[in-house]
């Protein structure tokens, strides 16, 4: 069973719009992480944010902000005011407390286009 | 800091020869994990490492594949002999601790022709 849901497949926007990135994740575990990463047209896969399942407060990093919502199991990403640098696939992972802890699963990605 | 060195940054190979793909991870991070990206199945995590010993290989697709870390600064991951089945983007990451932000090198694209 997929354990993070990432709807969305692709977004395409222009410049300066809002864009929010959907993630759905399942666990039975209580104690569990969350994360994003960015992975830009040049490969790389870059960290953004990680988030335990004890601290719901949402986060705003500048333009980049995330939303964790226990009630209904999702963790949204939000780019204000989004740039052309903003173009990326950006994937939703999961670490669970079980047995398998160390692994990271991820979500398909969604690929963002913003257009100038 | 110098992040997560991976080489070589490509590598095209031919059906049956063996490819050997290497990984600095950052100093001081005690878990290293090796992960495969196709547009089909996504991001696979294949091995990891934690303090140089393998702690799960369930992800290994086939015997065909195999890692080792030698040291707390280098490991590597073969593939004898390659198929074309095999061309993806292969990921090092290293985390500093279990459940930790993982960080990720800039992968090798491998290419099995």
């Known amino acids: 069973a997929q354990k993070v849901t990432q709807a969305q497949t692709e977004i395409s926007v222009v410049e300066k719009e809002d864009v929010t990135l959907d993630c759905v994740y399942e666990?039975?575990?209580?104690?569990?992480?969350l994360f994003w990463y960015k992975q830009p047209p040049s490969g790389e896969l870059v960290f953004l944010i990680r988030?335990?399942?004890?601290?719901?407060q949402n986060e705003i990093s500048g333009r980049y902000s995330w939303n964790f919502q226990k009630s209904t199991s999702s963790f949204n990403f939000t780019i204000t005011a989004s740039q052309v640098v903003d173009s990326a696939v950006y994937f939703c992972?999961?670490?669970?407390?079980?047995?398998?802890?160390?692994?990271?699963?991820f979500g398909a990605g969604t690929t963002v286009t913003v257009r100038a | 800091d110098a992040g997560v060195i991976q080489s070589p940054r490509h590598e095209v190979t031919e059906m049956g020869q063996e490819v050997t793909l290497r990984c600095k991870p950052i100093?001081?991070?005690?878990?290293l994990f090796w992960y495969r990206q196709t547009m089909m199945r996504g991001l696979e995590l294949l091995i990891y490492?934690?303090?140089?010993?393998?702690?799960?290989d369930s992800g290994m697709p086939e015997d065909r594949f195999s890692a080792k870390m030698p040291n707390a600064s280098f490991s590597t991951l073969k593939i004898q002999p390659s198929e074309p089945r095999d061309s993806a983007v292969y990921f090092c990451?290293?985390?500093?601790?279990?459940?930790?932000?993982?960080?990720f090198g800039p992968g090798t694209r491998l290419t099995v022709t």
């Open positions: 990451a290293s985390s500093a601790q279990i459940k930790k932000e993982q960080y």
């Open positions: 666990t039975r575990d209580t104690t569990y992480y």
């Open positions: 988030r335990n399942s004890f601290d719901e």
């Open positions: 992972a999961l670490s669970e407390a079980g047995l398998n802890d160390y692994k990271l699963s």
């Open positions: 100093s001081g991070h005690d878990y």
């Open positions: 490492f934690n303090n140089n010993v393998p702690i799960d």
